[in-house]
T-cell receptor, first 113, second 112 residues
Framework: SAVISQKPSRDICQRGTSLTIQCQVD?????MFWYRQQPGQSLTLIAT?????????ESGFVIDKFPISRPNLTFSTLTVSNMSPEDSSIYLC??????????FGQGTRLTVV | GQQVMQIPQYQHVQEGEDFTTYCNSS?????IQWYKQRPGGHPVFLIQ?????EVKKQKRLTFQFGEAKKNSSLHITATQTTDVGTYFC????????????FGTGTRLQVTL
């Protein structure tokens, strides 16, 4: 099973600033996924990070707000740009193994003040 | 777009009581997965169902996939305090294999 290290685990940020979240996987994977989980809510897919190509964003999410890097098959970053209090959420990276089971990082709990 | 709803949103039971959460998709799913998220934790995979009408058991947990492959349920027999958490169903986004749409979730609270 994939082991995913995500950092930071939590942060409190000032509005207008940006935060970059890192996700490291212990095996090579084609796709990495970034989710947002707002307080008390379900998971919403932000984008799919593909190695060697641009990330694919879901409806309602744009690259200018959530730029993603994927420099190799084991690592990805998500940046939350120009933050506002509405961006306060848990951000999770995920990979899927065997086309079945999704594994998640521990999550980054972001509070924007 | 594809929507996956779960009911109830929240349930509070006494330890030893049974619990069921229901999952309904607006579209037919190739498979349904269930995840558990403990308070403060991240989602953890429980099981995947693929076949129409499939039933799988894991100890006190029973999972069903509907005949039309649009609904599913998770039943816990004789709940324990370790069952506390939020249970999510998830299905592949239509036309994809790995991208998931998560259900709205059911939060389970168990007290002694």
């Amino acid at each position: 099973s994939a082991v995913i290290s995500q950092k930071p685990s939590r942060d409190i940020c000032q509005r207008g600033t940006s935060l970059t979240i890192q996700c490291q996987v212990d095996s090579q994977v084609t796709m990495m996924f970034w989710y947002r989980q707002q307080p008390g809510q379900s998971l919403t897919l932000i984008a799919t990070a593909n190695q060697g190509s641009e990330a694919t964003y879901e409806s309602g999410f744009v690259i200018d707000k959530f730029p993603i890097s994927r420099p190799n098959l084991t690592f990805s970053t998500l940046t939350v740009s120009n933050m506002s209090p509405e961006d306060s959420s848990i951000y999770l990276c995920s990979v899927v193994e065997g086309g079945t089971e999704a594994f998640f990082g521990q999550g980054t709990r972001l509070t924007v003040v | 777009g594809q929507q996956v709803m779960q009911i109830p949103q929240y349930q509070h039971v006494q330890e030893g009581e049974d619990f069921t959460t229901y999952c309904n998709s607006s579209t037919t799913l190739s498979n349904i997965q269930w995840y558990k998220q403990r308070p403060g934790g991240h989602p953890v995979f429980l099981i995947q169902l693929v076949k129409s009408g499939e039933v799988k058991k894991q100890k006190r947990l029973t999972f069903q996939f509907g005949e039309a492959k649009k609904n599913s349920s998770l039943h816990i027999t004789a709940t324990q305090t370790t069952d506390v958490g939020t249970y999510f169903c998830a299905g592949p986004v239509t036309g994809t294999a790995s991208k998931l749409t998560f259900g709205t979730g059911t939060r389970l609270q168990v007290t002694l």
